[in-house]
């Protein structure tokens, strides 16, 4: 009678999973056991900082943003995450390398396009010199009106619209359009 053991990718799917459902301690655990079974596992390291992230361990995650890359420079999805993360921090001049990364190493890619959208939007956070919290409320709606928790995503983006100064009606306007689309949804 034989004994199944997991491979690395069977606990980095597993971790996958997790993550999804928002089980991050979880996940965490899953994507450290691809990790030991297989050192150089890229993807593992990429999501366990997604997972990182998303629990507010920042040095750690960053840790294993800069494994990932380390193992695998090429590695789009990598940088792209990174960049996200970096954005959200508030740390925008750093996320504008990433994206520039993401487009450079692929550019004719789906992952490309969007990094390219990023990177614009962090080149106009940083044209404007708009402050930290800024970033940290506004990509945070982002990523609340991502898994469907509208209301706190419409109150972030509000709220990320009071630390922009009003000279910038414009780019206020297109924020408050942002806000109706979600209030619809």
């Known amino acids: 009678m034989g004994f199944f053991r997991k491979s690395s990718k069977d606990w980095y799917n597993e971790g996958t999973i997790k ?3 928002g089980g ?3 996940a965490i655990s899953c994507f450290n ?3 030991e079974l297989d050192p ?3 993807k593992a390291w990429c999501n366990k900082a997604v997972s990182l992230q998303r629990i ?3 040095q750690e995650a960053e840790d294993c943003f800069d494994k990932a890359l380390d193992l695998n420079p090429a590695f789009t999805e990598a940088w792209y995450n990174k960049g996200n993360w970096l954005q959200e921090l508030g740390r925008s001049q750093e996320a504008v390398i990433c994206y520039d990364m993401v487009v450079k190493i692929d550019p004719n890619s789906d992952m490309a396009q969007y990094a390219s ?3 614009g939007l962090s080149q106009v956070i940083l044209d404007l010199e708009l402050p930290k919290e800024f970033s940290l409320l506004f990509f945070k709606g982002l990523r609340l009106r991502e898994t469907g928790r509208h209301q706190e995503a419409i109150s972030h983006l509000k709220k990320s ?3 922009i100064p009003p000279e910038h009606s414009e780019f206020i306007s297109q924020i408050e359009e942002l806000i109706r689309q979600v209030a619809n949804n």
Do not use: F, L, R
């Open 24 to 26: 991050h301690q979880e």
């Open 40 to 42: 150089e596992y890229a």
């Open 33 to 35: 056991k691809a990790i």
């Open 161 to 163: 619209i009071e630390s």
């Open 56 to 58: 507010g361990k920042e």
């Open 117 to 119: 959208k990023q990177k």
């Open 19 to 21: 993550e999804s459902t």
